[in-house]
């Protein structure tokens, strides 16, 4: 998995947490601690500490009725909107909108990212320009409780009860489609409304159906 190849490391302040790792799933268990130790590093001039551990950049708008707990990162221009919740361990990036009533938990959100409206994101990674439409899910637990696995061409024990995904920059998400535990989504992916998906998706695909996914090349 050549993770350099899905998210573009120059769209979040994140950037440095990625060293020294082999697969990105890795910062997911310490990002409480990596959190804390890159906000606590930031500019006071540039970033504001509103709470314990919580640190907001410059013109960020907070709705006054969403929940941010900490640690938490809002860079720069990012706005929290109503209902919206910031369920702890969180990095979102400039320009990112977290619309209402969607939550995040346990993730980096890259730049200008688009959650739109009644989303759930858990122990994730979201790349630059990721939009997911209204009631668009990214499942971070299976049923069984057991280790989620990245079935690709090469199978991979994430040794992680909760990991959900890996989406790829510029990726849309349709309405009310689910990401399955473990998928990892290349860029440039247009996911249809609706749809389930699993496994590893190559870069610049159409997903139509759980079983009908072409290049956008083909159309």
């Not at 409480?32 to 640190?55: A, F, K, P, Q």
């Not at 346990?106 to 739109?116: A, H, K, R, T, Y």
């Not at 790829?168 to 535990?181: A, F, K, L, R, W």
Request: hydrophobic share 35%; proline share 3%; with cysteine.
């Amino acid at each position: 998995m050549k993770y350099r190849s899905i998210i573009n490391l120059n769209k979040t302040i994140a950037k440095e947490i990625f060293t020294n790792i082999e697969y990105p799933f890795e910062i997911l268990p310490n990002l409480r601690e990596l959190i804390i130790e890159l906000g606590s590093s930031l500019n006071e001039e540039d970033y504001l500490e509103v709470g314990e551990n919580i640190w907001v950049g410059k013109d960020v708008y907070i709705d006054k009725e969403s929940r941010i707990e900490g640690p938490a990162i809002i860079d720069d221009g990012a706005i929290i909107r109503k209902g919206a919740y910031i369920r702890e361990n969180v990095i979102i990036g400039k320009n990112t909108i977290i619309g209402n009533c969607s939550e995040v938990k346990n993730s980096i959100i890259f730049d200008s990212c688009q959650i739109s409206h009644f989303n759930y994101v858990g122990d994730s990674i979201l790349g630059y320009k990721v939009h997911m439409g209204a009631g668009a899910i990214i499942s971070n637990l299976k049923n069984d409780r057991s280790n989620v696995i990245i079935r690709g061409e090469k199978i991979i024990d994430t040794n992680l009860r909760k990991f959900g995904s890996i989406v790829g920059d510029n990726t849309e998400i349709g309405c009310n489609s689910v990401v399955y535990p473990g998928t990892i989504i290349y860029p440039r992916v247009s996911i249809y409304p609706l749809v389930r998906v699993r496994g590893v998706i190559e870069e610049d695909s159409i997903v139509k159906d759980e079983n009908d996914i072409i290049k956008k090349e083909d159309i």
